[in-house]
């Protein structure tokens, strides 16, 4: 199946000069959704992974149904103020200010395998960030996930030392 063709392109969203990928009609197309699970369940199945790890918002998205196939654990990371138990944080830096993400400091036990996943990759601070969180917590991160990479924004750059692996390009 080719994912590229469920995906839809705006012209000048957010602003003027900006092709902006929707995944929106991925979603809502019930057999390309499977298929992108099933695609990344696949490259999981003899992995050993313990808990995927989900970045607010639309990593939920694919973390969660993914964590149901392989048959572990699901934790989010989130946005301030949002989780209720005790947490750590990380700043970071986007294109146009600063942001943090937060975890639960009991989402893992130390060596836990986990998988990151988010449906973008652009300039790669928002999974620098999750990583920077899991590290913390000394977890053993096998590979961060993207449904999109947008290549020209180098996002990879941040992201050294990790497997980084996209199903779409661009």
Known sequence: MDLDKLIRNVPDFPQKGIMFKDITTLLSDAEGFAYAIDKMEERYRDKKIDKIIGIESRGFIFGAPLAYKLGCGFIP?????????????????????????????????????????????????????????????????????????????????????????????Y
């Not at 942001?99 to 790669?124: F, K, Q």
């Open 77 to 169: 990371v989130r946005k301030p103020g949002k989780l209720p138990y005790e947490s750590i944080k990380e700043d970071y830096s986007l294109e146009y200010g600063k942001n943090t993400l937060e975890i639960h400091i009991d989402a893992l036990r130390e060596g836990e395998r986990v998988v990151i996943i988010d449906d973008l990759l652009a300039t790669g601070g928002t999974a620098k960030a999750a990583a920077n969180l899991i590290t913390r917590l000394k977890g053993d991160i096998v590979s961060i996930d993207f449904l999109v990479e947008l290549e020209f924004l180098n996002g990879r750059d941040k992201l050294k030392g990790y497997s980084v692996h996209s199903y779409l390009k």
